[in-house]
């Protein structure tokens, strides 16, 4: 491989997104192609201090679901400063996080298949926001954008119904959840381009069809 090549799957949790993932790396190692598989959910370091604060503050109130958090969450980051100050250590936590988990492996010419990216996260924030989330979702195609996180070849995106999803995980908080999230996915799946697939289909036929789809797009 003369360069590397980043092959990303995102979806909503409990959509099958980690299952395929781990499949393909089998698939494509029983062909002789070495892969590398990488976790790249956010892990806040920066901002860990302030969201144990705030989570300890929140805890055990009477009002409780993710509709509830999320209000809070608005509420906070329609103060420009705080808004600022949050996003900005963001992306910086963030950056480093995928430049020392993905980039590093990517200069080093490897082929990386990367169980959620940025987009992931950053539709996370996006739901945070609010009414301002079309804001951030259009801010993908920036140049500081793609200057923090590298472009993948290729984007699976694994769609599921969030009913279908919130029975196979039992840490979403709940339906409401998945539900603001899944709305994000398919806009940007839409927008881009992302190879859209089932994640109801059987496990096995998705597998296949997913290793086919990338032997051929990407030129494995």
Not at 135 to 144: A, H, P, V
Request: charged fraction near 30%; hydrophobic fraction near 45%.
């Amino acid at each position: 491989m003369n360069k590397g090549c980043l092959i990303v799957f995102v979806g909503i949790d409990g959509s099958g997104k980690t299952t395929q993932a781990k499949i393909l790396l089998r698939g494509l190692g029983e062909e002789g192609i070495k892969a590398t598989y990488v976790w790249c959910r956010w892990e806040p370091f920066l901002l860990r201090p302030l969201i144990k604060r705030w989570k300890n503050k929140n805890a055990g109130k009477s009002d409780s679901g993710s509709v509830a958090v999320r209000n809070k969450k608005q509420k906070l980051l329609d103060r420009p400063v705080f808004r600022w100050l949050w996003l900005s250590s963001f992306f910086i936590d963030y950056g480093l996080q995928i430049f020392l988990k993905v980039r590093v492996k990517l200069l080093m010419r490897r082929l990386v298949i990367s169980d959620r990216i940025f987009y992931d996260s950053i539709i996370d924030q996006a739901v945070n926001l609010g009414n301002r989330s079309d804001w951030l979702l259009n801010s993908m195609d920036s140049f500081w954008m793609r200057m923090f996180f590298p472009q993948p070849q290729l984007v699976i995106y694994v769609d599921c119904p969030e009913d279908i999803a919130f029975s196979r995980k039992d840490d979403a908080p709940d339906v409401e959840y998945l539900i603001d999230r899944r709305k994000q996915y398919l806009k940007l799946a839409e927008k881009y381009g992302w190879m859209k697939v089932d994640g109801t289909m059987q496990v096995e036929k998705l597998a296949a069809r997913i290793k086919d789809e990338i032997m051929e797009r990407v030129g494995l």
